[in-house]
């Protein structure tokens, strides 16, 4: 029987953030993913900046989880291998008028604890961040905003807590849970049942259909698409910073974003949706986007966006849901985690753990546990003659499989090791495909590693699970 | 007679070919900017045929797919069903450029020939 | 750090015209970096005919040409060639740092040839907007599954742009079984040459639609449909004349951008909308003992034309190192 103590529904960031810190205690821990692999949901799509805060109001859980959670991320990704780079950044205005409002801004940002925050004039600009247009007058400088990949995150998270533990199932969709009273939820998943004492409902997009199956029907997720463009690798350097410009009531606006894999990104845009599945791009977002974007950077080039895509930020209100079910005592709601919800997470996952130990939840921490992950190398983040005693090591390394982001077969074949089972997989985890040409060059030779090292046919290989097969068929198959 | 305008594919020019003909059987070309024109024109009205290019299963070779051609063109009814035999066959042998892979495909008098050298793995 | 007289990047038709003609010209000492394991490049997924009219004189297919070449390449002791060599960076003075398995090397050359090649514009460079689901690859990914690993991308295909390898697949996919629904073509007219149109369009009935543009993409998992409509002069949608087509599988068609990553690293002058080096002269650069050839230098439509100017790159190489 799979009996837990206790289960996370949802392998986002969310989820893997909960899972790693429940795997520190004596416990019974499952993550139940309905995709194929982790991070392929809200995750996915995210910009990968860590906020420092500011433009959260005060009094939300927003503002308070964010300013905490920029602190505990460091810890993290320090622990866990992750490139946190603390790039700061400049929320932008154009006209004298608009001063005042940064000032406002900066008042908030040192209520809630952020650190740092100041206002800084033309000349500061000219000098740090000598691309930004002439237009911009001023600037809140927020020095501890930083920079990360959300999806090696959520996938170096859910490494640490499984060596610690916790049991990850992928490809498994919850489809009811009942409740029986006051001893255990019987969780109905495509891949069978599942019991345990206590659930998180961590299911992004989908946390209130989870929700209402135990009864809870108050709150609705609404997508909001984001679309957002990423430019050549080439033009790494465009901005030091993270761009803003003012805040709207609705998002923080269209950004210049720094991103942990080099490429900088332009975007998002911010649109409500019916559709829980509508990740499709339009042309006028992108027309949108880079006049946008242009107005901040006026050297930024449409010819340089290589790649696009829309991510859904999974809105339920204005704020954060954390709370423990009372009604279904043992059902704790993790739910509305949008932006800052990747900064939010290590401290979201401290949250839930409380609110599990308050409402019953025996938390004994284990004698051992391994806080320590061994960090992945990418060639493309290093120098060459870091490259050298890495291809010492390993003559795999030299053997490159993505010519424009410099990917190794090694790279490649390790990414796979560590849960990879998809084009889009290996492409998260390694940016093979990701770059100019898009995989033209590359997509047979990872299908065929792919193919090697997971013993699926050619046929089975699928960009990112279900139906999504790169090749209906194989000549040899007659 | 019937006239008739074609392009040539002889080459990547591309002339445009005015050719008229007396009951199936070409008697003048016009346009072309070389002979292999005036012979396109003809095989095109009277047996238009096209070479084959293609690729077989290699096995314990260099590659996974051995490409070939048919060493003279193929009538244009029957290249699916050429398309048909290639698809059968597999090689497992190391065979250089210009080697018959198969010989006088499906009674045509045509062969399948290997366009690169294939080593073993 | 190792010096050679010539470093060439690209072991394609281009880097190898470029390697025999320096050869010929008096430049004994030849390094050819090639990153696949096969010399030939593209040449060698171009399995139909089509090439070396122009050169030798013959009808030959893609590795049939190619063959040529690496048969006199061989012959040739003082050209070296480094196969599974990928050259990662460039400098102005002429150095070049490549990974192979095993080895990161550097090596300085008096003179350098890129001779890099050309990738395929994506989806994303046309703007076709929609979902995307797996089944869209650009013809030349097609191509390679087709002709290289066997595989089938699809049954049910619409090729958008009407540029040669997209002509080209559409032929190859109705000989694998496959039913190509229609190519797309903005233009008036196709950018591919006319006996393609005729030998793989209109010698398999395939529709085509000039002036028209896939406006929309559909399918979460796999390509499931497209929207196409009517386009005028300027591109704009004209109303009312929008119809769908259902396929599993979309080729990107569209045009071909030089690669000239590391010249530019090198700090060569670029002209930023055709992504090539900016130069009063064929194959020249920027920096002189730099040379550009073959596609990375401009797109050509046959490679006659790339081995012919490719001979020229070669001899100028050999008159810059002479010079020294």
Known sequence: ??????????????????????????????????????????????????????????????????????????????ELGVDFKEVGELVVVFSEEDIPKLHELKKEAELIGVEGVEVVDRDWLK?????????????????????????????????NAARNGVRIHTDTKVLGITAEKGKNFIIKTTRGEFFAKFVINAAGLYADEVSSMVGISDFKIKPRKGEEFLLDKKRQYITNHLIFPLPTKVSKGVLIIK??????????????????????TTEDGFKKVVTFVKRMVGAIDENDVIAYFAGLRPVAGDDFIIRHEDKVPGFVNVAGIQSPGLTAAPAIALMVVDILGKNGLALRKKWFFRRHRKKTEHLFALPFSETLKLIKKDPSYGDIVCRCEMVSAKEVREAIKRGARTMDGVKFRTRAQAGRCHGSFCTTRIMRILSEETGVPLTEITKRGKCSCIVKKDRRDG | MTKQTMICIECPRGCVLKVDAENGRVVKVEGNGCPKGSKYAVSEVEAPARVLTSAVIAEGLSLRMLPVRTDKPVPKTRIMEAMEEVKKIIISEPIRCGDIVKKNILGLGVNLIATRDFDRE | MVERELVIVGGGPAGMAAAVSAYERGVKDILLLERDQYLGGILNQCIHTGFGLGYFKEVLTGPE????????????????????????????????????????????????????????????????????????????????????????????????GSGDIGLIMARRFVLEGASVKAVVEIQKTSKGLVRNIVQCIEDFGIPMYYNHKISRIYGVDRVEKVSVVRVDDNYNELPGTGFEIKCDTILISAGLIPENE???????????????????????????????????????????????????????????????
């Not at chain 3, 390449?73 to 060639?81: D, M, N, Q, T």
């Not at chain 3, 070049?96 to 989806?123: N, Q």
């Open chain 3, 262 to 324: 590391l010249v530019e690293m090198a700090g060569v002058r670029m002209d930023k909308k055709t992504n090539s080096p900016v130069s009063d002269k064929l194959n020249e650069t920027s920096i002189p003992g730099i040379f550009v050839c073959g596609n990375s230098c401009k797109v050509y439509d046959i490679v006659d034309s790339v081995t012919r100017d490719s001979v020229i790159a070669g001899k100028m190489a050999a008159e810059y190192i002479g010079s020294l």
């Open chain 1, 127 to 159: 000098k740090n961040e000598p691309n930004l247009s002439d237009e911009v007058v001023a600037a809140l400088y927020a020095p501890t905003a930083g920079i990360i990949s959300p999806y090696r995150l959520v996938y170096d998270l859910s490494e």
């Open chain 1, 259 to 280: 991103t942990s894999d080099g490429n900088p990104m332009i975007g998002p845009t911010a649109e409500d949706v019916d559709d829980k599945e509508d990740r499709s």
């Open chain 1, 1 to 78: 029987m799979k009996q837990y103590d206790v289960i996370i529904i949802g392998g986002g960031v969310t989820g893997s953030a909960i899972a790693r810190e429940l795997s520190r205690y004596r416990l019974k821990v499952a993550l139940l993913e309905k995709e194929i692999e982790l991070a392929f949901g809200v995750s996915k799509s995210n910009s990968g900046i860590i906020h420092p805060g500011t433009q959260n109001p005060p009094g939300s859980l927003k503002a308070k989880l964010c300013v905490e959670g920029n602190k505990l991320i460091r810890q993290v990704a320090k």
């Open chain 3, 65 to 160: 040409y190619a063959e040529r070449f690496i048969e006199k390449v061989k012959s040739i002791p003082a050209i070296e060639v480094s196969l599974k060599s990928f050259a990662v960076a460039m400098t102005s003075e002429k150095v070049v740092t490549y990974l192979h398995p095993g080895k990161l090397d550097t090596v300085k050359g008096k003179a350098v040839i890129m001779a890099t090649g050309c990738r395929e514009k994506t989806r994303e460079m046309i703007h076709v907007p929609g979902t995307r689901p797996a089944g869209i690859f650009s013809a030349g990914l097609a191509q390679k599954l087709i002709n290289i690993e066997g595989l089938l991308p699809g049954n049910e295909v619409v090729v958008v």
